[in-house]
């Protein structure tokens, strides 16, 4: 019998954990998303954002959009 209730006990916490788990990967995309869009949004952002990462020795993520300067100078003209 108490073998059955710690089965049972330990599957509810598995359960519990598991759905924390879940909730902070969510909480964590829902993140990168919001600041992905604001940077693509705002390229001032961006920019500020860059500046802020290099004055402080941090380097930007490598998901973030190449700068405005940049991807116009590898567009080739039509």
Same mark, same amino acid.
């Given at each position: 019998?108490?073998?059955?209730? /710690?089965? %049972? =006990? %330990? =599957? &509810?916490?598995?359960?519990?954990?598991? +759905? %924390?788990? #879940?909730?902070?990967?969510?909480?964590? *995309? &829902?993140? *990168? =998303? =919001?600041?992905?869009?604001?940077?693509?949004?705002?390229?001032?952002?961006? *920019?500020?954002? *860059? +500046?802020?990462?290099?004055?402080?020795?941090?380097?930007?993520?490598? $998901? /973030?959009?190449?700068?405005?300067?940049?991807? +116009? $100078?590898?567009?080739? #003209?039509?």
């Amino acid at each position: 019998m108490q073998g059955s209730t /710690w089965a %049972r =006990e %330990r =599957e &509810d916490r598995r359960q519990e954990a598991l +759905a %924390r788990h #879940a909730a902070w990967q969510k909480d964590q *995309r &829902d993140a *990168r =998303e =919001e600041l992905t869009t604001q940077v693509w949004l705002n390229a001032d952002v961006c *920019r500020q954002l *860059r +500046a802020i990462a290099a004055r402080t020795g941090l380097a930007p993520s490598s $998901s /973030w959009p190449i700068s405005p300067t940049t991807s +116009a $100078s590898t567009t080739p #003209a039509r």
